[in-house]
């Protein structure tokens, strides 16, 4: 069961902005742990896509941008496009559990 | 090019044991921490162990500590999970993945990953 939340599913024409929540507790992302998400198609090993909160690694589109906030974080991505239906996993660090932790996972639908 | 390559996964009977290996390449493996991440099938992600670049205290989930074991032989770019006293629940494709991160661990994510090896855990 994870401690991290996020929706189901959300879904976006094409062209559109959609944006994925992450939410957590005091003892992860409230407690300041960095917050990092990934992309995984069907198949397919997952892939980093945001690093500490807001950081793309080389070769990332910029249409995509993390923040967090609180005991929160969201995943914005921008100029939705077929490829990016996928599902997407934030993940932080959690000091009850002393482990790293991933959401729950949120299926991107691209109308 | 950073490559991870998982294999050692198969069928296994409950209790038994298993070893998975993940061969890297594309970069000075004695420097990375590398981990281990599954994925139970149709569910999401779960981090599972985790291992210093000197192979200095190994860390784990604690859906699996006493039961596996991680190891590296940097001398080899090899990084192992040794699996026991398997049981249904441990079924998963096994990630072999790179922490990245030079600071404090607890800021460490996954910015490379293996192929993955399906375990399978039945009667």
């Known amino acids: 069961q994870s401690v991290l939340t996020q929706p189901p599913s959300v879904s976006g024409a094409p062209g559109q902005r959609v944006t994925i929540s992450c939410t957590g507790s005091s003892s992860n992302i409230g407690a300041g742990y960095d917050v990092h998400w990934y992309q995984q198609h069907p198949g397919a090993a997952p892939k980093l896509l945001i690093y500490s909160n807001s950081n793309r690694p080389s070769g990332v589109p910029d249409r995509f941008s993390g923040s967090k906030s609180g005991t929160s974080a969201s995943l914005a991505i921008t100029g939705l496009q077929a490829e990016d239906e996928a599902d997407y996993y934030c993940?932080?660090?959690?000091?009850?559990?002393?482990?790293?932790?991933f959401g729950t996972g949120t299926e991107v639908t691209v109308l | 090019e950073v490559q991870l390559l998982d294999s050692g996964g198969g069928l296994v009977q409950p209790g038994g044991s298993l070893r998975l290996s993940c061969a890297a390449s594309g970069f000075t493996f004695s420097s990375n921490a590398m981990s281990w991440v599954r994925q139970a099938p149709g569910k999401g992600l779960e981090w599972v162990s985790g291992?210093?670049?000197?192979?200095?205290?190994?860390w784990y989930a604690d859906s699996v500590k006493g039961r596996f074991i991680v190891s590296r032989d940097n001398s080899k770019n090899m990084v192992y999970l040794q699996m026991n006293s398997l049981r249904a629940e441990d079924t998963a494709v096994y990630y072999c993945?790179?922490?990245?991160?030079?600071?404090?661990?607890?800021?460490?994510?996954?910015?490379?990953w293996g192929q993955g090896t399906l375990v399978t855990v039945s009667s």
């Open positions: 993940q932080s660090y959690d000091s009850s559990l002393n482990g790293y932790v």
């Open positions: 291992i210093f670049g000197g192979g200095n205290n190994p």
């Open positions: 993945a790179r922490f990245r991160g030079s600071g404090s661990s607890y800021a460490y994510s996954f910015d490379y």
